[in-house]
Protein backbone atom coordinates (compact mmCIF):
# COMPACT_ATOMS: atom_id res chain seq x y z
CA UNK A 1 0.00 0.00 0.00
CA UNK A 2 0.67 3.66 0.08
CA UNK A 3 2.88 3.63 3.45
CA UNK A 4 5.29 0.55 1.53
CA UNK A 5 6.07 2.71 -1.49
CA UNK A 6 9.81 2.94 -1.14
CA UNK A 7 10.96 7.09 -1.82
CA UNK A 8 12.32 5.65 -5.26
CA UNK A 9 9.46 4.64 -6.26
CA UNK A 10 7.52 7.93 -5.59
CA UNK A 11 8.27 10.49 -8.34
CA UNK A 12 8.87 14.50 -7.59
CA UNK A 13 5.60 15.25 -8.84
CA UNK A 14 3.81 12.58 -6.40
CA UNK A 15 5.34 13.65 -3.15
CA UNK A 16 2.69 12.91 -0.34
CA UNK A 17 2.77 15.25 2.94
CA UNK A 18 2.14 12.20 5.62
CA UNK A 19 1.42 15.00 8.04
CA UNK A 20 -2.00 15.57 5.89
CA UNK A 21 -2.62 12.02 5.00
CA UNK A 22 -6.29 11.51 6.55
CA UNK A 23 -7.29 7.30 6.50
CA UNK A 24 -11.00 6.46 6.00
CA UNK A 25 -12.17 2.95 6.77
CA UNK A 26 -15.13 0.79 6.55
CA UNK A 27 -15.48 -2.91 6.86
CA UNK A 28 -14.55 -5.85 9.36
CA UNK A 29 -11.82 -5.18 12.12
CA UNK A 30 -9.31 -7.48 14.35
CA UNK A 31 -7.72 -6.44 17.66
CA UNK A 32 -4.03 -7.87 18.03
CA UNK A 33 -4.07 -6.82 21.87
CA UNK A 34 -7.23 -7.84 22.83
CA UNK A 35 -7.76 -10.30 25.51
CA UNK A 36 -11.08 -12.44 25.42
CA UNK A 37 -10.77 -13.28 29.43
CA UNK A 38 -9.80 -10.00 30.55
CA UNK A 39 -11.64 -7.35 28.01
CA UNK A 40 -11.77 -4.43 30.62
CA UNK A 41 -8.11 -4.82 31.57
CA UNK A 42 -6.92 -2.44 28.56
CA UNK A 43 -9.81 -0.24 27.76
CA UNK A 44 -7.93 0.97 23.95
CA UNK A 45 -7.13 -1.00 21.65
CA UNK A 46 -5.04 -1.31 18.13
CA UNK A 47 -7.68 -2.24 15.54
CA UNK A 48 -6.31 -3.71 11.85
CA UNK A 49 -8.89 -3.99 9.06
CA UNK A 50 -9.19 -8.04 8.61
CA UNK A 51 -11.73 -9.59 6.64
CA UNK A 52 -13.60 -7.66 3.77
CA UNK A 53 -13.53 -3.80 3.70
CA UNK A 54 -12.79 -0.53 1.94
CA UNK A 55 -9.96 1.78 2.94
CA UNK A 56 -9.08 5.48 1.63
CA UNK A 57 -6.24 7.40 1.75
CA UNK A 58 -6.94 11.30 1.04
CA UNK A 59 -4.51 14.06 1.22
CA UNK A 60 -7.16 16.95 1.01
CA UNK A 61 -9.50 16.64 -1.15
CA UNK A 62 -7.75 14.47 -3.54
CA UNK A 63 -7.71 10.71 -3.07
CA UNK A 64 -3.87 9.00 -2.73
CA UNK A 65 -5.12 5.53 -2.83
CA UNK A 66 -8.09 3.48 -2.17
CA UNK A 67 -8.50 -0.13 -1.92
CA UNK A 68 -11.40 -2.27 -1.77
CA UNK A 69 -11.36 -6.04 -1.06
CA UNK A 70 -9.80 -8.17 1.71
CA UNK A 71 -7.89 -7.59 4.54
CA UNK A 72 -5.24 -10.24 6.77
CA UNK A 73 -4.23 -8.22 10.03
CA UNK A 74 -4.08 -4.68 8.39
CA UNK A 75 -2.60 -5.76 5.11
CA UNK A 76 -4.24 -6.10 1.45
CA UNK A 77 -4.52 -10.28 1.34
CA UNK A 78 -7.14 -11.94 -0.61
CA UNK A 79 -8.86 -10.42 -3.63
CA UNK A 80 -9.31 -6.84 -4.41
CA UNK A 81 -8.96 -3.22 -6.48
CA UNK A 82 -6.43 -1.21 -5.35
CA UNK A 83 -6.47 2.63 -7.26
CA UNK A 84 -4.16 4.92 -7.71
CA UNK A 85 -3.62 8.76 -7.16
CA UNK A 86 -3.30 8.81 -10.98
CA UNK A 87 -6.31 6.29 -11.19
CA UNK A 88 -4.45 3.35 -12.06
CA UNK A 89 -6.41 0.45 -11.23
CA UNK A 90 -4.77 -3.07 -10.12
CA UNK A 91 -7.21 -5.41 -9.65
CA UNK A 92 -6.31 -9.28 -8.82
CA UNK A 93 -5.06 -10.99 -5.67
CA UNK A 94 -2.76 -9.53 -2.99
CA UNK A 95 -0.81 -11.15 -0.56
CA UNK A 96 1.04 -9.20 2.44
CA UNK A 97 0.28 -5.78 0.51
CA UNK A 98 1.67 -6.85 -2.99
CA UNK A 99 -0.28 -7.35 -6.01
CA UNK A 100 0.31 -11.15 -6.74
CA UNK A 101 -1.15 -13.15 -10.00
Do not use: A, W
Not at 32 to 48: A, C, E, I, R
Not at 73 to 78: L, P
Amino acid sequence: GLFRKKKSEQQSNESVDMNDVRVFYDGEVICGDYDVNNPDDYPFHNLFPHGKGKITYMEGETIVEQYEGKFKGGQYHGLGVLVDRNGKVFEGKFRSGKIFN
